[in-house]
T-cell receptor, first 115, second 115 residues
Framework: GAGVSQSPSNKVTEKGKDVELRCDPI?????LYWYRQSLGQGLEFLIY????????KSGLPSDRFSAERTGGSVSTLTIQRTQQEDSAVYLC?????????????FGPGTRLTVL | DQQVKQNSPSLSVQEGRISILNCDYT??????FLWYKKYPAEGPTFLIS?????DKNEDGRFTVFLNKSAKHLSLHIVPSQPGDSAVYFC??????????????FGRGTQLTVWP
């Protein structure tokens, strides 16, 4: 499809397990963003990739969170040793250029539940 | 610290009437503001934006007003339609410092338009 896709759509895991969330941005978009939305909260910025530049990781809440972007396209967000407070909807977005003035297109999100 | 605030978690409006959604921000480096609309189980979609050099931007039934001195913006929907029922997120960004390339979101307002 033409939009941003994310997988899985839902993930239930046990506390302490590692999880990987995948994002396929729109083809040709150079910028990719990860956000999360916890219950009753707004979208919280996590990390931002722009082309071949070093990613802006300033929003990652702890060192249990990491992300990579391979070949300037697909991105994987990894959460190690998951905790219950990690439960949230994780949203990926991409844009044509790495400025928020350019519209960010969001995927449908991955709902993560940590038991 | 929430730099973008939407103090009304919900708003209920009759079809045909005006919906007014409010947003306040604290960071004076923000100079571009966006509204996103989100349906359940979908990612947010861009609705309308405004630059800080303007105080009004109109697109069909949607108008965004910006009051820089008050650090306040509002989204007006006229006339409201049942299909407008969704969560509306206010977002802000800027061209300098920590605001560059990032969107800061409010917690959202659930709009319900009833017949």
């Amino acid at each position: 499809g033409a939009g941003v896709s994310q997988s899985p759509s839902n993930k239930v895991t046990e506390k302490g397990k590692d999880v990987e969330l995948r994002c396929d941005p729109i083809s040709g978009h150079t910028a990719l963003y990860w956000y999360r939305q916890s219950l009753g909260q707004g979208l919280e910025f996590l990390i931002y990739f722009q082309g071949n530049s070093a990613p802006d990781k300033s929003g990652l809440p702890s060192d249990r969170f990491s992300a990579e972007r391979t070949g300037g396209s697909v991105s994987t967000l990894t959460i190690q040793r998951t905790q219950q407070e990690d439960s949230a909807v994780y949203l990926c977005a991409s844009s044509f250029r790495g400025r928020a003035y350019n519209e960010q297109f969001f995927g449908p999100g991955t709902r993560l539940t940590v038991l | 610290d929430q730099q973008v605030k939407q103090n009304s978690p919900s708003l209920s409006v009759q079809e045909g009437r005006i919906s007014i959604l409010n947003c306040d921000y604290t960071n004076s480096m923000f100079d571009y503001f966006l509204w996103y609309k989100k349906y359940p189980a979908e990612g947010p979609t861009f609705l309308i934006s405004i630059s800080s050099i303007k105080d009004k931007n109109e697109d069909g039934r949607f108008t965004v007003f910006l009051n820089k001195s008050a650090k306040h913006l509002s989204l007006h929907i006229v006339p409201s339609q049942p299909g407008d029922s969704a969560v509306y997120f206010c977002a802000a960004t800027g061209a300098r410092g920590s605001t560059l390339g990032r969107l800061y979101f409010g917690r959202g307002t659930q709009l319900t338009v009833w017949p």
